[in-house]
């Protein structure tokens, strides 16, 4: 199962770098997943618009106080992308405006990009892969692994073992399935799922894809070639299409 280079983070996502300039800048959102780069120096930035399927893409890890994962942001309601300590705020600071939830999680780092995505996505129950390459194992109770290919980001090349007929794998965009459109998914020549960008239907198994690869086997180590579309749900305003293997 061999999997592509997966190491270039930025994909399909509309990529903004922000300039250190230490002004205070408003920027316009793109139509589409867009990603803001942020290093030091860039000021208290203003994100009009900012989605569900956006991107922070910071030069440091930004504070985490309880090491959760999730970035909430202060009674001020912005974010402090330089804070090192509870009581160190940097001089660096970003209001997102559009964003319900003020808060955001952590996706992990790539490039020397530390990447957050807005926490609300993530829904209670799924077990989320990063951007980097995730050894993950479905053994035990039914687990969703989610990767949130609508954000237009590489999400690594991944391999899931001992995965059964209860879990599923859950995607922000739907996987390419071929022209006649079914629900069966079959893996191209690669032998594993290439994972969509930010638009339905991407076709990957072509070198690095949009979103990212995953190398499945079962519980017997046996590889798996295919998976079904069982499922699609929108929550919040966000599409969420499980895959896993057709019950006989």
């Known amino acids: 199962m061999p999997l592509g280079d997966n190491s270039h983070l930025l994909s399909t996502t509309n990529h903004l770098v922000q300039a250190s300039n230490g002004l205070n800048d408003a920027v316009t959102h793109f139509d589409g997943a867009t990603s803001y780069s942020f290093s030091g120096g860039t000021g208290d930035d203003t994100l009009e618009g900012f989605d569900k399927n956006d991107s922070i893409l910071n030069y440091q890890k930004i ?36 964003m319900e939830s003020k808060s955001l999680r952590y996706l992990g780092s790539k490039e020397g990009y530390f990447v957050y995505a807005d926490a609300s996505v993530k829904l209670k129950g799924f077990t989320e892969a990063t951007v980097g390459n995730d050894a993950l194992d479905g053994a035990g109770a039914a687990k969703k692994f989610f990767y949130d290919t609508a954000l237009g980001l590489n ?60 190398a499945l086997s079962n519980t017997f180590g046996l590889a798996i070639d295919h998976l079904s579309l069982l499922d699609h749900q929108v929550v919040g305003g966000v599409d969420y299409y499980y895959y896993g293997i057709s019950p006989v």
């Open 155 to 214: 999400l690594g090349g991944d391999t899931i073992t001992n995965f059964g007929v209860d879990d599923r794998i859950v995607t922000t965009t739907r996987v390419h399935n071929g022209p006649d459109a079914g629900a069966i998914i079959t893996f191209g020549k690669n032998g594993v799922l290439d994972l969509p960008g930010d638009t339905d239907g991407m076709v990957g198994d072509n070198g690095p894809t949009e979103g990212g690869q995953i």
């Open 63 to 98: 504070f985490d106080g309880n090491g959760d994962g999730i970035i909430d942001f202060g009674a001020n309601g912005v974010l402090d992308i330089d804070r090192t300590s509870a009581k160190k705020a940097g001089a660096d600071q970003i209001t997102l405006l559009g």
